[in-house]
């Protein structure tokens, strides 16, 4: 079984309100140097049998035609290896809480 | 003297002049409040409105929360201070941690406006003394995210100490735990709910008059008080 | 790239220019050229390609709307009629009301959330700028066949977009119509109506005057959104390859328009504009050269000092950018600071991006350099006027001898009751629940009717009881088979639909969507529809007050059904007084009023058993139905009705279920002596109602109807929980219930 | 400027509506073999300044405060760095459109 992300963002020069809105809270929360903030959709996709090849042309079109509505928004597909997956939890971990 | 009950408008709050109506009816003074001031000009209770504070981008409730005038409002409300969340308001009061758990997308992923039957669970708290304990009453509801979830434990405590305020009858409008529709703290001055008993005052325009109890109940708790 | 400056303009007039590309034909580029004694800068082209677009300028609908103007009702309600950003409407104890129903149908199709959405917040910006809060909104919809995929990707969004704009905004949804036809396959009609009140005195207009006046933008920033979304959205049609230029999406942001009306109102309050616009379709050249035509003087921008989210656009584009939730105000300069701080607190940008000058000309600066010069007449109010030829299809005479009363009938009653379950569980006539479900009725604690009540009813003033309604009708099937008499029955079914909630008819709004004007056939439909609509608000004293135009629906050569949606607007002095359509009360008489005649054509029975759509839609007869009315609100003012309910689409039996299901009550029925009882249940002649009368007001209710001329028959009584036709058959309200409510559901959920 | 992301995941326990609209819609569309859906959120945050330990660990409060409701969700910090960002745009290219 393997895990394949899709991100799914709303493309550049589209009105992103919801990114807008956190990043215009910001200041109030006390945090300063963040000078954009965008919000996306993860989609993540429990597979079963082999992520070929085919199996990720096949994910891309679903990202494509359903997940991503490519009219305003822009997606990446990856596959999350065990190695990705430590690296994301790692910098969980040597941030301190 | 008359009995003042604040209303905090938040930039996106929509039913604050309703919140207002239904305390005019109940026979108390509404007064404004603005989520920049944090003074709350001395009220004996607060209500946080319906509406869609900053868009409900991010989550709802999620930037309300650090609005300054809810650090006030925090405050207050841990000594004792009468304070009704509904809908949005309850959002809010799940993020500030007043009330545990929290509230998700509806479960079938729609907005939904319905007039919805309630069973009244605890008759105890500061706005719900007008009722009888399991009294039915119908009010709109109105939510895309009013799904209430909290973790197991959680729930249980709940049940156990009396503190879920409100059950949904007849249709489960949005997947809650439990049918969990409204809760209170464990001092019972903080009830938060997703229906809207300030859109069940007159027979002209609510289904029902069935909220106009959330406001008189508050009403005679302060003035006995 | 250089900027092409009005001085570099000059100094190069054989440079090639893109008017073509822009939409622009021949002899209207040469217009401009003309106009300005050189060739146009970029700048300037931009805007006046996109001014003189149809969706803009009316060019092909101009001189047909003229109509409704110089036909207009003599009406001491009208306070500002057609040409402003909307209609205003005296309701008496000097409140006023402002209305107007909008398309949004090209960009829905598109991306169906994004473009209801922004249908709902452009609609409610132009209430605003009346100088109105808004109050209500309203939303006809159309799609294709119910069961067709893309029915499926297109009202789920739509839907959803309606919602979650208006929601956000806090207006309560109170009515609408979703209908489905194959013609609306590939060209959705998304219409939104915005209902908003305010004191006379609170009137603003779109205009700028008084020299050194500040121009002030606030609201949103500038993006690229939509850039040439006008012209090219609303002006060409798409064949199998998709829009010829697709272009960015506009994004709506209701919180930000949620800030912006508060932010305006408080403005308004405290008196500090002079004049102001709504940003909508072309953006701030419409804004501009708008406010400075109707104005006194002339205009002067700094391009540049408009807040941009996006740092790339060049001047063109921002002149162009349809970026939502925008506003332009004219403010005095010693109220600008006080403008701003009320704009800060609501956290609104706010901009000083001009001022009005004692000129006639708008002129249009980027960093210092001029790049607009312009009257702004000529790009506001004096675009091209077309006269395009139109002439009678040649199948119509075809498709109304195709006689719908020539059918075959439902043989006894088993056969009726069969057709009866079908018609009450279509597509059409099923209810709606799932789709309003999505929409907040109950905000702003003043609804006293909304859907599906015959017309949504909205209190204004909290101490009288003072109130309006408004209905959407619209009905492309009988406009298909004679657009004159089809734009006329739209009209009279929503002038009926505000009456039967006891409301008097005060005024109109109309969208009128049809297909390419460039065929002669769809603008012999325009023209016929406009005629038809006109003349019937002359007869019904209601005048139309403002309205839009959307033409080119089409698919390749298909057009869709000729489809005049009319919203019509009624005042009611005590809302307690309304008419609700449930029959709730068990033993209350039945009235059926009006005349029933074989009248088959166009109908739902015709098209749900039958898939057929021909012959001659219902006879119109204004007379009776302004009778009707005035009957409907007496009744309902003196108490005399307890329900009433009109009938349009799927006729007497549609409407008595409906009713029925509302009140959780059963009828029996007996059919009327000499009527056949098919033609009883299903025929759609016009100018009819049912009503629910207590027993103890009968003799009343019938002698003033029958006083004053107006048919009344008792045709049965509000008892049990079934729909009973003496002699014909029984259905359980049970199983109605289960036809009515599940169709939407499984087809959508 | 670097980029920050923070993934937004409803923890495992918590119902996610919207992933089981989505995988329930998969078969209709033809996608068959994928075992779950999840849908979270995904903010792309552009720091101002080095993305050290100390301005990680504020983002990371950030997170835990604000970006995430750590009562129904768990988050991920992680930078997006030339090379991530560069996998990430290699699967796009590698799969058929
Ligand atoms: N899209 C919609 N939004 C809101 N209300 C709607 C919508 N579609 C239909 N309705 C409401 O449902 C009810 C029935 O619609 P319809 O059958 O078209 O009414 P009528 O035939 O009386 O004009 C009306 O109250 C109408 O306003
Ligand atoms: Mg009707």
Redesign the interface.
């Known amino acids: 079984m393997a895990r394949v992300v899709v991100d799914v963002m709303?493309k550049p020069?589209?009105?992103d309100?919801q990114g807008?809105?956190v990043q215009?809270a910001l200041p109030r929360l006390g945090y300063e140097g963040i000078s954009d903030v965008r919000q996306g959709k993860r989609f993540e996709l429990e597979v079963e049998g082999p992520v070929d090849d085919d199996a990720l042309a096949r994910i891309h079109q679903l990202a494509e035609t359903f997940l991503a509505?490519t009219?305003?928004e822009d997606f990446t597909v990856s596959v999350e290896t065990a190695q990705t997956a430590q690296t994301a939890r790692e910098h969980e971990e040597v941030t301190p809480a | 003297m008359t009995t003042r009950i604040g209303v905090v408008t938040f930039?996106?709050s929509?039913?604050d002049?309703?919140a207002q109506?239904a305390i005019r009816l109940a026979g108390a003074e509404p007064v404004a409040l603005w989520h920049r001031d944090k003074d709350l000009h001395q009220v004996d209770a607060v209500v946080l409105p319906?509406?869609?504070s900053?868009?409900?981008?991010l989550r709802c409730g999620a930037i309300a929360r650090f609005s300054p005038v809810m650090d006030t409002i925090i405050d207050q409300a841990r000594a004792g201070l009468p304070v009704l969340g509904i809908c949005n308001g309850f959002q809010v009061l799940c993020e500030s941690h007043l009330l545990p758990g929290a509230l998700t997308r509806n479960d079938?992923l729609?907005?939904?406006?319905?007039d919805q039957r309630l069973r009244v669970e605890n008759a105890g708290t500061a706005w719900t003394s007008d009722y009888a304990e399991g009294q039915e009453i119908t009010v709109?509801l109105?939510n895309?995210e009013g799904g209430y979830v909290a973790d197991e434990r959680t729930l249980d405590e709940l049940e156990a100490t009396g503190r879920v305020v409100f059950r949904y009858l007849d249709v489960n409008p949005n997947g809650s735990r439990r049918d969990i529709a409204g809760i209170c703290n464990e001092a019972g001055n903080v009830v938060g709910l997703m229906p809207?008993p300030?859109?069940a005052v007159?027979a002209?325009?609510?289904p029902t008059t069935d909220g106009l109890g959330f406001f008189t109940s508050v009403l005679k708790k302060l003035v006995t008080a | 790239m250089t900027l092409d400056t009005v001085k570099h303009a000059n100094d190069t007039p054989d440079v090639e220019q893109p008017w073509a590309e822009l939409g622009l034909k021949r002899d209207e580029y040469d217009r401009i050229r003309e106009i300005l004694g050189r060739r146009p800068t970029g700048a300037e082209l931009a805007m006046y390609s996109v001014m003189w677009s149809e969706h803009c300028s009316y060019k092909s609908s101009k001189v047909h709307l003229k109509q409704f103007g110089e036909k207009a009702p003599e009406s001491d309600a009208l306070l500002v009629g057609i040409g402003e950003n909307a209609g205003v409407v005296d309701v008496g104890q000097g409140y006023a009301v402002t209305f107007k129903v909008e398309s949004h149908n090209h960009p829905s199709y598109?991306?169906p959330y994004?473009g209801a959405a922004t249908g709902i917040g452009g609609i409610v910006r132009d209430i605003l700028a009346m100088g109105a809060r808004p109050v209500a909104v309203m939303d006809p919809l159309r799609f294709g066949a119910a069961d067709h995929p893309d029915t499926r990707r297109v009202l789920p969004g739509v839907v959803?977009g309606i919602?979650?704009y208006g929601?956000?905004?806090?207006l309560p949804n109170i009515g609408g119509e979703v209908v489905f036809d194959p013609c609306y396959q590939g060209n959705p009609l998304v219409n939104a109506l915005c209902v908003g009140v305010m004191r006379h005195e609170d009137i603003h207009l779109a205009k700028a005057s008084g020299t050194g006046n500040k121009v002030i933008l606030y609201g949103?920033r500038t993006?690229?959104?939509g850039i040439g979304g006008v012209s090219v959205l609303a002006s060409e049609t798409f064949d199998e390859t998709g829009p010829a230029k697709?272009p960015?999406?506009q994004?709506g942001?209701?919180?930000?328009e949620?800030?912006l009306i508060e932010c305006t109102l408080e403005v308004f309050k405290e008196d500090l504009v002079v004049g102001i616009q709504d940003l909508g379709g072309a953006g701030l050249s419409c804004a501009t050269s708008e406010l400075a035509s109707a104005g006194s003087g002339g205009m002067r921008v700094e391009l540049d000092a408009v807040p941009l989210?996006?740092s790339t656009l060049s001047p063109e584009e921002i002149l162009m950018s349809e970026?939502?939730e925008r506003m332009c105000a004219i403010v005095e300069p010693g109220k600008v600071d006080r403008f701003l701080e009320i704009c800060e607190k609501?956290?609104v940008i706010a901009t000083v991006i001009g001022e009005v000058t004692d000129g006639d000309r708008l002129e249009i600066y980027w960093h210092g350099e001029q790049i607009v010069d312009v009257p702004p007449r000529t790009v506001a109010h004096e675009g091209p006027v077309y006269h395009r030829p139109y002439a009678r299809p040649e199948w119509q005479d075809a498709l109304q001898a195709d006689d719908a009363n020539a059918l075959p009938r439902p043989a006894g009653g088993e056969e009726l009751r069969e057709q009866v379950l079908k018609l009450v569980g279509s597509p059409n006539q099923a209810s709606k629940e799932w789709i309003t479900?999505?929409?907040?009725?109950?905000?702003?604690?003043?609804?006293?009717l909304a859907q599906p009540e015959d017309s949504g009813m909205i209190?204004i003033d909290?101490e009288t009881g003072l109130g309006v309604a408004v209905a959407t009708d619209g009905n492309g099937r009988y406009a298909k088979l004679d657009p004159y008499t089809g734009a006329q029955l739209a009209l009279a079914e929503s002038y009926r639909n505000v009456a039967a909630t006891g409301a008097k008819p005060l005024a109109v709004t109309d969208c009128l969507n049809f297909g390419s004007p460039e065929d002669p056939g769809a603008m012999w439909q325009f023209a016929e529809a406009c005629r038809g609509l006109a003349d019937a608000c002359q007869a019904l004293g209601t005048p139309v007050t403002g309205g839009n135009v959307s033409l080119y629906n089409q698919t390749g050569d298909t057009a869709i059904h000729p489809t005049p949606v009319v919203g019509v607007l009624g005042v009611i002095d005590d809302?307690?007084r309304r008419t609700p359509m449930a029959f709730s009360e068990e033993g209350q008489l039945v009235y059926l009023l009006g005349d029933t005649r074989e009248e088959l054509g166009g109908s739902a029975w015709s098209q749900v058993i039958h898939g057929h759509l021909g012959g001659m839609p219902p006879k119109v007869d204004l007379e009776r139905e302004r009778l009707l009315a005035e009957i409907l609100v007496s009744a309902s003012r003196d108490g005399m009705i307890d329900a009433a309910h009109d009938l349009s689409d799927g006729g007497l039996v549609q409407a008595l279920v409906e009713s029925c299901l509302k009140g959780g009550r059963g009828a029996r029925l007996i059919v009327p002596d000499g009527l056949d009882p098919f033609v009883f249940l299903f025929s759609e002649s016009a100018g009819r109602a049912i009503v629910s009368v207590p027993r103890s007001e009968e003799l009343r209710f019938t002698d003033m109807c029958g006083v004053r001329g107006l048919p009344a028959t008792r045709i049965g009584v509000v008892d049990g929980d079934a729909v009973e036709v003496q002699g014909q058959f029984s259905v359980s309200l049970a199983e109605l219930r289960e036809v009515h409510e599940a169709t939407i559901p499984a087809l959508l959920?």
Not at chain 2, 110 to 114: T, Y
Not at chain 3, 253 to 256: C, G, I, L, R, S
């Open positions: 709303l020069e589209i009105l309100p807008q809105a215009r509505n009219v305003i | 930039p996106g929509l039913d002049v309703d109506r319906g509406g869609f900053y868009g409900d981008y079938h729609h907005f939904v406006c319905r709109p109105k895309g809207h300030e859109h007159e002209l325009t609510g | 598109i991306e994004q959803a919602g979650g929601n956000c905004l806090g949103a993006g690229g959104d697709r960015a999406v994004v942001d209701p919180f930000q949620k800030l989210r996006d970026s939502q609501w956290d479900a999505q929409y907040d009725r109950y905000v702003l604690g003043n609804t006293v209190r909290e809302v307690e959920a």
